[in-house]
């Protein structure tokens, strides 16, 4: 069975700090990749999704960036954390080819202080 | 650009009252809409969806019915329980965009005993 894995659960950072969260997908070969934010208040948007190795594209201008250096792993990256960085980040994954089911990591809480 | 809109929380409820969460949405061509529902310090999880108009997605008590003239997919269910608080988010997957979903803000429900 597929599994996704994501960490770490929380992470307290200081304002201009890198990040690095991580996420790995198992159980499955070429799958989409995402990751979301969950901002209080503001729902669930869309950061990045990947349809393939170093395929990356970006929803919204922003101080994140996304790689995917293997085929089930996806990494969200920042060089220097903003306080506007925080938020839960959630990892997912769908089958190839449709985004119509996808299957969630446990997410990321990250506090910027 | 595809939207969805769904009713502000938060939605308090006692034990086996009747829930109906609104969601309406913009789309292009015809989406597939969903339900995700995110349960206290997990990530999300498909409740229900529906394909085409006048589907009806159904799991544990819940339903909601794809309606084309209204644009709308409201969540419903008769009885609700104390298990069922969680945040609920409507979703479209639109035919241009297969491979990525556009949710709503999400609807914080807490059901009392």
């Known amino acids: 069975s597929q599994t996704i894995h994501q960490w770490p659960a929380t992470l307290v950072q200081p304002v201009g700090s890198p990040l690095s969260l991580e996420c790995t997908v198992e159980?499955?070969?070429?799958?989409?990749l995402y990751w979301y934010r969950q901002a209080a208040g503001r729902g669930l948007q869309l950061l990045f999704y990947?349809?393939?190795?170093?395929?990356i594209s970006s929803e919204v201008p922003q101080n994140l960036s996304a790689s995917r250096p293997q085929d089930r792993q996806f990494i969200l990256s920042s060089k220097k954390l903003l306080l506007s960085d925080s938020g839960f980040y959630l990892c997912a994954w769908s089958v190839q080819g449709t985004g119509e089911k996808l299957f969630f990591g446990s997410g990321t809480q990250l506090s910027v202080l | 650009g595809d939207s969805v809109t769904q009713m502000e929380g938060p939605v308090t409820l006692s034990e086996e009252a009747c829930l109906t969460i609104?969601?309406?949405?913009?789309?292009?061509?015809?989406?597939?809409l969903f339900w995700y529902v995110q349960y206290p310090g997990e990530g999300l999880q498909l409740l229900l969806k529906a394909t085409k108009a006048d589907d009806k997605g159904s799991n544990k008590g819940f339903e909601a019915t794809y309606r084309k003239e209204t644009t709308s997919f409201h969540l419903e269910k008769g009885s609700v329980q104390v298990s069922d608080s969680a945040v609920y988010f409507c979703a479209l997957s639109s035919g241009g965009s297969n491979y990525k979903l556009t949710f709503g803000k999400g609807t914080l429900l807490t059901v009392n005993p």
């Open positions: 609104n969601c309406t949405y913009t789309a292009t061509g015809y989406p597939s």
């Open positions: 159980g499955t070969s070429n799958p989409n």
């Open positions: 990947s349809i393939g190795i170093d395929q």
